[in-house]
């Protein structure tokens, strides 16, 4: 095999309850990439970015260059690696772009020297393009990316998995400004009050529960967002307004995903998750704000050879 | 039926991952309440309390007393009830004695007067004794004493129960000191850094994901404790050199058995629980502290009648 195209997931990270430590795959959008072997072993090159002209095509400053980069030297460099980028996944959207890229990468360049890896032994080179992105080796994207599904990552230890729960309808409202991870870091507070902290904690765990027991409603009830949401909020355009409109259009918890700008909103069926994308969308065309709508749900697979 | 008996279980609250949020019922030890009807409708009378002598016998100042009344209200107070109570599990010991006595009391009323109320829905009128006692409704150690096994209990709604993982047993380590539940309070943080509040969520989702797995070494190694054990241990006696030597024994997690002074040290055999429990002895008993140790595992029901 000299090529093959990969599919690697959008992802929600967060999805308020768990901080750092939770994320979901998307069913939709997606990214492809289709990777090829070349004869200069050790070498990975982009050929071509489509959708995002700002992408650096130097693989050395680019998220899937330096995740191929780092499974290839893993796995003994016998060829080299030329990749082709379809970036649906918008970098920016707060979905989970650069991990997107940081997966796919790596199940292509395991998939074309088979390696045979599992997606949990694909996470630390994963992580090693992720880490150009975000300036830190977070799993809360890149994780649920490579193992699709719902992934609750502990401070230490292998990420798991948690049951999907039944149900769960997902709309991805993305208004088009940028918002700089470091500046939705910066307004983080560095100090919680010990009753939020204590909340918010039983919270993550009720909501483990809720998708062990299959419990969807349980589930989406849990998703509260005690001290980072409120906190970034602001960064967010229309947010209370988005936030409103989703609520009377049927959703039934949502938020941020991830740093934004992107917000995420869980429905019970279709029809309310179209109806939320367009009364969000509303909202923000009303703003002026140029905005994508996704409704989609959580993807049971993550990254894989098409 | 004129007559009961019933056994509470002892109880862990926080076991160290979820602070106000989690607790376990214990085989041992379990307080024995016998109830009777009386011809006085309405009224609650306290009998004897063995093993208690600081207790009062007046109903409306005792747990169990105004835990009866308030369910026996409720029922609509056919007749009276007389309670005599083995209280095995001490007062002050930081292993949920007043929510034996509050679970006890409930059962036992709801079984002389046919009541059929399933656990949760028993848990109210317990909550009404043990406020009595701790001065605030927290069903940490009420919820399991009721419903057994490991129970979470989130912020809003009803305590779900956690799957108990195989292999794990218990040792409680008692020492006989006074720790004020108001005191073992006023040591706490009123902030915690943001760092802490996130990880500890994050532990305290992946112990119930691995209870949900049965995964007992997952779930004992997830019983992190960040800012809650660290502000309290100066408050228990020997509490680092009880620690060591725990470890040194086969203890592979463990902590402050709710505000203390009981500790509480999970092993996986249980002649690691019985060497955990003489080694804690040891120390304490050099250091003067008459110390009492329960050598158990965790309990699948609650309170029953016997």
């Known amino acids: 095999m000299n090529e093959v195209r990969v599919w690697a997931p959008a992802t929600v990270a967060n999805l308020n309850v768990g901080f750092d430590g939770l994320g979901a795959a998307l069913a939709a ?3 492809r990439i289709t990777a090829r072997k070349t004869d200069v072993p050790g070498s990975v090159r982009i050929r071509a970015i ?3 002209p700002d992408l650096s095509l130097d693989a050395e400053r680019n998220v899937a260059g330096v995740a191929a980069q780092s499974l290839l030297n893993a796995l003994g460099a016998p060829c080299g690696i030329e990749l082709e980028i379809h970036k649906d996944v918008l970098p920016g959207s707060g979905i989970g772009s ?15 020297l088979n390696g045979g890896l599992r997606p949990d032994e694909l996470l630390p080179f994963a992580l090693d393009g992720e880490s150009l992105a975000s300036g830190s080796r977070h799993a809360d994207n890149v994780a649920p990316a490579l193992m699709g599904g719902i992934v609750l990552c502990p401070p230490e230890g292998a990420p798991v998995s948690l049951p999907v729960p039944e ?3 997902v709309t991805i409202v993305h208004p088009q400004v940028e918002i700089r991870t470091s500046e939705s870091r910066k307004v983080l507070p560095q100090h919680v009050p010990l009753q939020h902290a204590v909340d918010q904690a039983r919270w993550f765990a009720a909501f483990a529960a809720a998708c062990h027991r299959n419990d969807g409603v349980a589930a989406a009830y849990c998703l509260e967002d005690l001290y980072i949401g409120p906190s970034r909020a602001p960064l967010i355009p ?25 917000t995420f909103w869980i429905t019970f069926s279709e029809a309310d998750a179209q109806a939320v994308a367009h009364a969000a969308h509303a909202v923000l065309s009303e703003a002026g704000i140029p905005t994508n709508t996704h409704v989609t749900h959580i993807a049971s697979r993550g990254a894989h050879v098409l």
């Open 167 to 169: 149900g769960w309808h």
């Open 238 to 262: 229309c947010y209370p307004s988005v936030a409103a409109a989703a609520a009377q259009a049927g959703a039934r918890a949502g938020g941020i995903s991830g740093s934004g700008p992107s």
């Open 50 to 52: 489509h959708g995002a």
């Open 29 to 31: 959008p997606g990214e």
């Open 98 to 112: 650069s991990a997107a890229s940081a997966a796919g990468a790596v199940v292509a360049v395991d998939a074309l």
